[in-house]
């Protein structure tokens, strides 16, 4: 028999119909948990925050003068300094973590590893569940604060179905989604290796706020650094961080999506690695 053959028997011989079953089984159950639990209010308050604020803009506008070009940059920065550096971030801080430790702090990690499932499907449905979360929330935050922002005069209307508005919002949708599975991974990762991941939580919090100071090199190892890349509208250092930001070479969006879903699959891969290795003790956390 052939090496083709053999692993085309490899294949066949695995139970992907039942992996797939148990994997949206535990969908349905943590996305019920993750969205519907009073412990996720704090989440949809960091979500949406912005809505409020970009409501009242759009309030004040409607009986004054609208400047687009002025618009156009403020939701640029607002989703760069406050969806991509806090408020995604902290959301999937708190949804990847409680994923895992959550279990251990309630004490019900246990029914999940006494179940006849791979541990890797656990941490798979785990994860998928988490990223439909966190996608959702401040997917449908962004949107709605995007049609605020362009839906209250007529030249918001052209500009978005007539101009660059609409291209704009299905990019920043994307990287949305591209932070949520970036920062989700390694928080996942991260709650299986220490058992407080809020404290490295913090430190990745400097690293990705304050990278663009480093060197080019050390920028290249930032979540956020390619998530900029991505953004479809630029955003100009401001403030104290002007004067100590370094402008490295920009990359290609060819290189910083795969790079991006490399490093999440990546680090995915290194947690179902660990799951296989952990041994639950309730009383040493």
């Known amino acids: 028999m052939t090496t083709t053959a053999i692993l085309r028997k490899k294949v066949s011989d695995q139970p992907w119909q039942l992996w797939i079953a148990q994997v949206l089984a535990i969908l349905r159950i943590e996305i019920r948990k993750s969205l519907w639990m009073r412990r996720?209010?704090?989440?949809?308050?960091?979500?949406?925050?912005?809505?409020?604020?970009?409501?009242?803009?759009?309030?004040?506008?409607?009986?004054?003068?609208?400047?687009?070009?002025?618009?156009?940059?403020?939701?640029?920065?607002?989703?760069?300094?406050?969806?991509?550096?806090?408020?995604?971030?902290f959301g999937c801080m708190g949804l990847f973590t409680w994923l895992y430790r959550g279990e251990i702090?309630?004490?019900?990690?246990?029914?999940?590893?006494?179940?006849?499932?791979?541990?890797?499907?656990?941490?798979?449905?785990?994860?998928?569940?988490?990223?439909?979360?966190?996608?959702?929330?401040?997917?449908?935050?962004?949107?709605?604060?995007?049609?605020?922002?362009?839906?209250?005069?007529?030249?918001?209307?052209?500009?978005?179905?007539?101009?660059p508005g609409l291209g704009q919002l299905i990019a920043y949708l994307g990287v949305i989604f591209l932070a949520c599975l970036g920062y989700g991974s390694l928080f996942m990762a991260l709650s299986l290796i220490f058992k407080n991941p809020i404290l490295p939580g913090i430190a990745v919090l400097l690293w990705e706020t304050f990278h663009a100071v480093l060197p080019s090199l050390l920028q290249k190892l930032s979540i956020t650094f390619y998530l900029k890349q991505l953004c479809p509208v630029t955003v100009?250092?401001?403030?104290?961080?002007?004067?100590?930001?370094?402008?490295?070479?920009?990359?290609?969006?060819?290189?910083?999506?795969?790079?991006?879903?490399?490093?999440?699959?990546?680090?995915?891969?290194?947690?179902?690695?660990?799951?296989?290795?952990?041994?639950?003790?309730?009383?040493?956390?």
């Open 105 to 163: 702090v309630e004490k019900s990690l246990h029914y999940y590893l006494l179940a006849p499932m791979r541990r890797e499907i656990l941490i798979t449905g785990k994860f998928l569940a988490g990223l439909i979360a966190s996608v959702s929330i401040f997917g449908i935050s962004f949107l709605t604060a995007f049609a605020l922002m362009y839906g209250h005069v007529p030249q918001g209307t052209n500009y978005v179905f007539g101009g």
């Open 236 to 285: 100009m250092p401001i403030g104290v961080m002007a004067l100590f930001t370094v402008v490295p070479e920009p990359v290609s969006r060819w290189f910083a999506i795969p790079g991006l879903l490399l490093l999440s699959l990546a680090i995915l891969a290194y947690a179902c690695f660990k799951i296989r290795r952990t041994e639950i003790s309730y009383l040493a956390d």
């Open 40 to 89: 996720s209010i704090w989440i949809y308050l960091v979500g949406f925050a912005p809505v409020l604020i970009i409501a009242i803009h759009a309030v004040y506008n409607s009986i004054g003068e609208c400047n687009l070009s002025r618009d156009t940059e403020a939701l640029a920065t607002i989703f760069q300094l406050y969806y991509l550096r806090l408020g995604i971030f």
